[in-house]
């Protein structure tokens, strides 16, 4: 620790979100949304947006799933594991508003624009469809300027917001009302520019990036931990809060504490200097003489802040993330420590009451070291001394222009300095701007090795896909062709077995008919042979009238029933020789069993039949008896 993980060269990191899995999502200025790992700085996935975002959240519910809001209200939502993307608009009450910050908090989403101060949007639907199908409540008349940061509660439904007014509010979204949802608010020194939620009870504002307010937000009560808070707008704030960072220092946020005397501790550093350093404070603002930790930052402005139970993570101008250990009693917590704290960060507790008294500095920062420690070089107390010494008189004209001629060496041999410092300070810093310029030539033709690699790997993917997806086609075209010739064989083995039966029953109906032709012979022979002029010709115009009625029965339109009977036989006979073999089977088997059935029920008729005859029998027996 810590680990600096290099997402960009060219642009900033804007915003950082971290699941529970150790998996975070960064947006960069360039629209570009990275996905990696803490542990390793390995890159998951990235995705890209046309428009600038508002916020960025993974969501509670599903470690995968992540929610951007876009600044003209578009919600899109990106799934980890594959690279799909989808896009939703949430409809607002005035379309031409800019969204300026967002929170979340169980897949509830509250949106600020510029001019309203948020409106609750539930991801999952609505619970109330009369206007706009997402909005669920709206509070637009407590702020009176923009709303620049915003963070729900540990509970998930009472959320803090601060402007550029510097008025701290806090409201209860389970509330649809404005006045009914307002559960407090506080003024401090404006502009807000950061406020967060330490644990269930403590919250937090920082103004200006310089002064820090801290709230004990009870059930029922509103304490102020430290910081100067009025309860009206109008009212002039003249105090300052002791927990105060004096530019050109700088405080990015607060995070939780070692124990209830230290319950917070500052993340802060110096302008235009590469570290960032861990302070604790007590329960009254007031910071500790030196910091608990300085490790290296980021060359540029911190941007962006996250903070997990173990870890803190922030984001700078530069591109770069830096994972620093947040758990105090973690053993490995320390071991960075770069032990030279820079002298704007040491004894800086009494800044608030030099601040109010007005005997505060105005400071600068030196550019020829990035962390300077309090204590100064052994020789420097000497110069004054000889100075002092030089300007006494002397009794003699000779060490009056020896102690004349000690002040003029020094000046000219310290004006030397100066010049010939001059250019070696010119030439460092152009060695400097070479090396980096080095450095960014060289990382960029990395980004372009990996893109190449990347776009390599993906078209050998794509052809394994491509080549796998031809065979599985071919297999298929196969099986087809396979199953098809299998049915034909299947079909032809059908008609040939059809065609076998049909010649084995014309074979014995011509066996059966052949004695009834042998009897009906004998006597048409013998009455042809006795058969008359006047026979045959009768005989003739019978078969005539025959061949011409059957003739007029073809020649004759069917009827609608006679066609449907026709088209009923073809389709039988069509049905049957599509069957399959196993199919025939089952037909038959169901011919059998009803015809068996309809055998039983006429067994069953005649027996009911005989019982009616035998009763009607005796029934009459009696009566004559009697």
Not at 140 to 163: E, P, S
């Amino acid at each position: 620790m810590p680990v600096r993980i290099d997402l960009s060269s060219t642009s900033s990191v804007r915003m950082i979100t971290v699941n529970e899995d150790n998996l975070a999502c960064a947006y960069l200025a360039n629209l570009y949304i990275p996905i990696f790992t803490l542990d390793t700085g390995a890159r998951v996935r990235r995705y890209e947006v046309s428009n600038q975002l508002a916020g960025i959240h993974f969501s509670h519910n599903k470690k995968s799933v992540i929610y951007a809001v876009d600044d003209s209200f578009g919600l899109h939502l990106f799934d980890v594991r594959s690279d799909s993307k989808k896009k939703f608009r949430l409809n607002p009450e005035s379309e031409n508003h800019n969204v300026n910050c967002t929170a979340m908090a169980n897949d509830i989403i509250a949106v600020a624009s510029s001019e309203f101060g948020g409106g609750i949007l539930d991801v999952r639907g609505s619970r109330r469809r009369e206007h706009h199908a997402h909005v669920i409540s709206l509070y637009d008349k407590r702020h009176k300027a923009g709303v620049v940061d915003m963070q729900f509660y540990l509970n998930g439904t009472h959320l803090i917001t601060g402007d550029t007014d510097g008025s701290l509010k806090s409201f209860d979204t389970k509330l649809r009302d404005e006045d009914n949802a307002i559960r407090w608010e506080r003024w401090v020194k404006g502009p807000i520019t950061k406020v967060g939620v330490i644990n269930k009870r403590i919250v937090y504002g920082i103004s200006d990036r310089s002064e820090a307010t801290v709230f004990v937000d009870a059930k029922g009560s509103l304490e102020v931990l430290y910081g100067s808070v009025n309860t009206a707008a109008n009212e002039p704030i003249r105090n300052t809060s002791k927990a105060f960072f004096k530019k050109p220092e700088w405080c990015a946020g607060l995070i939780k504490g070692v124990t209830d005397e230290i319950p917070l501790v500052a993340v802060h550093g110096v302008e235009k200097k590469k570290f960032i350093s861990l302070t604790a404070m007590n329960q009254e603002g007031v910071r500790q003489s030196a910091p608990m930790l300085t490790y290296k930052g980021h060359t540029g402005d911190v941007k962006c802040m996250t903070v997990t139970p173990e870890l803190l993570i922030t984001g700078g101008e530069d591109g770069n993330v830096i994972v620093q250990i947040s758990n105090f009693k973690n053993p490995k917590f320390g071991e960075d420590n770069t032990h030279h704290h820079h002298r704007l960060t040491l004894n800086r507790g009494d800044l608030a009451e030099l601040e109010d008294n007005g005997e505060g500095r105005v400071e600068e920062v030196s550019d020829d070291s990035d962390s300077d420690s309090d204590s100064k070089a052994p020789g420097s107390s000497s110069k004054p001394s000889t100075s002092k010494s030089s300007s006494k008189p002397s009794s003699s004209s000779a060490g009056a222009s020896t102690s004349s001629a000690g002040p003029s060496t020094s000046g000219s041999s310290s004006s030397s300095k100066s010049k010939s410092s001059k250019p070696d300070k010119e030439k460092e810093k152009e060695k400097e701007k070479e090396k980096k310029e080095k450095m960014e030539r060289k990382e960029k033709e990395k980004e372009e090795e990996k893109e190449k690699e990347r776009k390599k790997k993906k078209e050998e993917k794509e052809r394994k896909k491509k080549q796998e997806e031809e065979e599985a086609e071919k297999e298929k075209k196969a099986k087809k062709e396979e199953k098809e010739k299998k049915e034909e064989n299947a079909r032809k083995e059908e008609k040939e077995k059809r065609k076998k039966e049909e010649q084995e029953k014309k074979e014995k109906k011509a066996k059966d008919d052949q004695p009834s032709t042998s009897a009906a012979s004998g006597p048409s022979s013998s009455s042809s042979r006795q058969e008359t002029k006047e026979e045959r010709r009768a005989r003739k115009e019978r078969e005539a009238k025959a061949r011409e009625l059957a003739e007029k029965k073809k020649s004759e339109p069917m009827t609608e029933e006679q066609k449907k009977y026709a088209e009923e036989r073809e389709a039988r006979r069509l049905a049957k020789l599509a069957e399959t073999p196993e199919q025939r089977a089952a037909r038959k088997q169901k011919a059998r069993e009803e015809r068996e059935r309809l055998e039983k029920l006429e067994k069953e008729a005649k027996k009911a039949k005989k019982r009616d005859g035998e009763g009607s029998s005796s029934s009459d027996a009696k009566r004559a008896k009697h």
